[in-house]
């Protein structure tokens, strides 16, 4: 299981979620607010790969901070799979509660195993990050978890990888967000 980025990849800092949502929460969405017309009652997170785990540890931390939540390609690989820490305590704290969010989880077909010749190197990566298996997993998972109210919906999109799904991701995450709850 690989735990941090393949070897040669530069390391940045990691980290800080709780502090990006509080700017979210108590900055952008304000600022918006001034300038927009805005609907509290429709709001839509979306993030691909590690913004895909921050949409993530949003729903599990603060699920009222938005409706709906897209996860395209959430990194759940990232820092030994911890969002799945966050993820029990969640169905945990809101086991039998009503929680009114909707979350869609999406990945492409090649991000686990991929369509066209890679390196040796690359598809170990891709089998170890094992990024299909965990979103159809994770999905499921909430699916069928005793939280009440959370609509759950899982889209994998045949032959796109990591870079190619964000636009198919992103078109699904839009209709999803503008269906009626």
Do not use: C
């Not at 699920?63 to 969002?83: G, K, M």
């Not at 993820?87 to 066209?116: D, H, N, P, Y």
């Not at 010749?117 to 170990?124: D, G, L, N």
């Not at 499921?140 to 978890?145: N, T």
């Amino acid at each position: 299981m690989l735990k941090t980025l393949p070897k040669g990849a530069p390391i940045g800092k990691t980290g800080g979620s709780n502090e990006f949502l509080a700017f979210i929460e108590g900055e952008l969405k304000p600022l918006i607010e001034r300038k927009y017309a805005i609907d509290r009652k429709r709001q839509t997170l979306f993030g691909h790969s590690f913004g895909g785990l921050f949409a993530l540890h949003v729903l599990f931390s603060k699920p009222e901070a938005f409706q709906t939540y897209v996860a395209s390609s959430p990194s759940i690989w990232w820092n030994d799979r911890s969002v799945l820490a966050e993820e029990k305590a969640f169905a945990e704290k809101f086991a039998g509660k009503i929680v009114s969010a909707r979350v869609l989880v999406t990945v492409g077909g090649w991000e686990q195993q991929a369509g066209v010749k890679v390196s040796k190197e690359r598809a170990e990566m891709l089998r170890d990050r094992r990024v299909v298996d965990n979103a159809k997993e994770l999905a499921a998972r909430l699916e069928k978890s005793a939280v009440k109210g959370l609509t759950v919906a899982f889209r994998e999109f045949a032959e796109e990888d990591h870079g190619s799904v964000v636009l198919p991701a992103a078109s699904r995450g839009v209709r999803f967000a503008l269906e009626s709850p």
